[in-house]
Each structure stands twice: as structure tokens, then as C-alpha cells.
């Protein structure tokens, strides 16, 4: 292989939140900054990481294992399966309102835990970081919502 073609292909980063859609955007660089940002969290399987009604305050990184998202009274029957690089309770950074579901491990996992405070901290200290994951956030939001009305249009053609 020459000198050329190994210049053209893309750098692969060898950090441990490289892999989450949420961080994806972001340089080896960066991510060591955002690593300063995060706090690590490990979990059993079956092990609660939030409920249903609790205030929600952070997002959570999935760097290794999986997790489930159950709805309240329906603990039995996960709605999802989250698996790592995925992310979730986003809403957490962005407002008050209460956890709308259970995330529980479903095998032992470890999880980035980034708190708003310390998002808002990244914000006012590398503002070019938080706008790049504000910014994925938002596609992410937006994905959701499409393919919320998407399930609505599809339920309302079968009435």
C-alpha cells in the first residue's frame, strides 16, 4: 500500500466513546476533553439505571453491555433493547420532566453518565464541542419524531 492510500483513509479513533452515534462528529481530541465531562457508572444485569417518574437529570452513554426500556406496568415486556455506542435520556439534559420509562441492564454494562450540570459546563468552556453533540442531539430528536409520526400514519391507514 502506498504512502497515498494510507493517507486517504479515515483515521480510526481508539477511544472508548468514539463508537456512540452522539460522539461520532467528535475528534480523538475532543473526546478526551468530553471524557473529563463524563462519569462511569457500572451495572449488573437486571439492575435498575432509572424508573419511570424519576427526575431526570443526565444522559447515559452505553459503552459496553446492553440495556432494555420498559414502560411503566409493563416491566415484563421491553419496548426496545439498547446496545453499546447507543445512547439515552437525552431529555435529561434538556429539561425537568420526569423519566418516561425504566432502563434497566439486561447484562453487565457500563455506562458514561454525562449530567447537565457538567453539560452546561462543557458548554460554557468548549462551546465548539457542546454545539457539535447539541447538534446530533437534535438529529437524533428529530429521527425519533419522524418515525413516531410515521408508526401514527401507518396505525391511522390500518383503522
Known amino acids: 500500500m502506498s504512502w497515498f492510500s494510507l493517507a486517504r483513509q479515515p483515521l480510526k479513533i481508539n477511544h472508548r466513546l468514539a463508537a456512540s452515534a452522539l ?94 450540570g457538567d453539560f452546561e459546563r462543557l458548554m460554557a468552556s468548549h462551546a465548539q464541542i457542546a454545539s457539535k453533540i447539541a447538534l446530533q442531539l437534535a438529529r437524533h430528536l428529530g429521527l425519533r419524531l419522524r418515525q413516531m409520526l410515521v408508526q401514527t400514519a401507518d396505525s391511522v391507514a390500518l383503522q
Open 23 to 116: 460522539l461520532c462528529n467528535l475528534s480523538e481530541r475532543e473526546l478526551k476533553i468530553v471524557e473529563a465531562f463524563v462519569h462511569d457508572r457500572q451495572f449488573l444485569a437486571g439492575e435498575v439505571v432509572f424508573d419511570a417518574g424519576e427526575e431526570g437529570q443526565a444522559l447515559y452513554i452505553i459503552v459496553s453491555g446492553a440495556v432494555e426500556v420498559c414502560l411503566p406496568d409493563q416491566y415484563e415486556t421491553p419496548v426496545a433493547a439498547l446496545k453499546s455506542g447507543d445512547f439515552f435520556g437525552e431529555l435529561g439534559l434538556l429539561d425537568d420532566v420526569p423519566r418516561s420509562a425504566q432502563i434497566r441492564a439486561s447484562e453487565r454494562s457500563e455506562l458514561a453518565v454525562l449530567f447537565r
